[in-house]
């Protein structure tokens, strides 16, 4: 397994430098709702270029089940009013980062900072419990898995 990860932790590095994702993430108007659009990049730029943007704080990407969501459990701590993220978009191939997501918030972490019930390769957390259940308790995760219509995301956000 370590040399596994290693593995991909390598393949992972030649992909930022051969394959540049440009845009993670757009900084909107709102306080109270975030957008994760997981693998799905033509999703979030149709959400960074619509009206929505006024009404979230956050729409952006999520590729990992473990630097991206401490990255989101950081960001969801240090932003007291945002209380809901609704996930949408393409899951992330291998990684399963929505998956974990939802499991994380349905089931936690266990003693050694894995979230029960993920099934990506790696969903263990470096975030301590703390903030992982204070993350749980203050935002509502909306599952919209595999929907990539940005007409029925701005119904739910209207």
Excluded at 89 to 95: L, T
């Amino acid at each position: 397994m370590a040399i596994r990860k290693k593995f991909d932790d390598v393949a992972g590095k030649v992909c930022e430098a051969v394959l540049p994702i440009k845009h993670e993430y757009y900084i909107g108007k709102g306080k109270e709702l975030a957008i994760c659009t997981l693998s799905s990049i033509g999703l979030l730029e149709q959400i960074s270029k619509s009206e929505i943007m006024d009404k979230v704080v956050l729409a952006g990407r999520l590729l990992s089940e473990n630097k991206g969501i401490d990255t989101m459990i950081k960001f969801a701590l240090g932003h007291p009013a945002l209380e809901r993220i609704i996930v949408c978009g393409q899951e992330v191939k291998g990684h399963k980062a929505g998956q974990a997501l939802l499991s994380l918030y349905k089931n936690g972490i266990d003693k050694n900072g894995r979230i029960i019930g993920a099934i990506g390769p790696y969903p263990t957390l470096k975030s301590p419990l703390p903030d992982v259940e204070a993350f749980r308790k203050q935002v509502v995760i909306v599952d919209m898995m595999g929907t990539v219509d940005i007409e029925k995301i701005v119904a739910l956000v209207a």
